[in-house]
């Protein structure tokens, strides 16, 4: 079991920067992998970006590349993701998520395009862009 505890969203204005944190309750990014989804009302959630087990980064939405980066530190654990230039596009809950299994770095992807509702999913913390 793995609980997820994400910080750091909140009220800013376009063009601006927010880092958001993911802490685990024990290492587990290293064994299953991580990665950040966003949901907003309306819109089909998006996996934005993730770490494979093996460390590989992964951006899947074309629309946060170059601007979003995802870090993990496996150490504390703890998952990052530094968001600039932010858009009013990016207003949604964004959440961390962890598959319940093992996941390789190979058939990551896969495995997080299938995510589902039984996984390790954070609280969610919220973003808003708006001027």
């Known amino acids: 079991q793995v609980q997820l505890v994400e910080s750091g969203g909140g009220l800013v204005l376009p063009g601006g920067s927010l880092r958001l944190s993911c802490a685990a309750s024990r290492s587990i990014f290293g064994i299953n992998g991580v990665g950040w989804f966003r949901q907003a009302p309306g819109k089909q959630r998006e996996l934005v970006a993730g770490?494979?087990?093996?460390?590989?980064?992964?951006y899947p939405v074309d629309s946060v590349k170059g601007r979003f980066t995802i870090s993990r530190d496996n150490a504390k654990p703890t998952v990052y993701l530094q968001m600039n230039n932010l858009k009013p596009e990016d207003t949604a809950v964004y959440y961390c998520v962890v598959p319940k299994n093992r996941v390789i770095s190979s058939a990551w992807y896969d495995r997080m395009m299938n995510i589902r509702e039984d996984d390790y999913w954070g609280q969610g913390t919220q973003v808003t862009v708006s001027s």
């Open positions: 770490v494979t087990s093996g460390g590989g980064r992964i």
